[in-house]
């Protein structure tokens, strides 16, 4: 069975940073391409995508977290983090690790439609 499992969501102020980790479990990790996405309140069916790596570790960001978030991954934990620096209170929202067997590369890792298994999220709230 398929589970992803994220944690290190937390409030924080703005300027702060957090790292989040999703330990993955029930497949090939290393095979896997990994994504980042976010909710925010209230937009409950909208996929704000983050980041994403794919199983050779090249990444892709979103401009809206260019230069602000770092994706990574750890084979030998299977474990993909992120990395947040700099938050603003528009990236408030609930944070969701996302894995894709398919190779996914490039932007295609920002598109949720390219992943198949999901985490059930940790919440990050950043306060002005």
């Known amino acids: 069975q398929v589970q992803l499992a994220e944690s290190g969501g937390d409030s924080v102020y703005a300027g702060g940073s957090l790292k989040l980790s999703c330990v993955v479990s029930?497949?090939?990790?290393?095979?896997?391409?990994l994504g980042w996405f976010r909710q925010v309140p209230g937009a409950e069916r909208e996929w704000g995508a983050i980041a994403g790596i794919s199983d050779s570790g090249t990444t892709t960001y979103a401009d809206s977290v260019k230069g602000r978030f770092t994706v990574s991954r750890d084979n030998t934990k299977n474990t993909v983090y992120l990395q947040m620096n700099s938050l603003k209170p528009e990236d408030t929202a609930m944070y969701y690790c996302?894995?894709?067997?398919?190779?996914?590369?490039?932007?295609?890792?920002?598109?949720?439609?390219?992943?198949?298994?999901w985490g059930q999220g940790t919440q990050v709230i950043v306060s002005s």
């Open positions: 029930g497949l090939p990790f290393a095979d896997y391409c």
């Open positions: 996302a894995g894709s067997y398919f190779q996914v590369y490039g932007g295609d890792l920002l598109d949720p439609r390219n992943f198949d298994a």
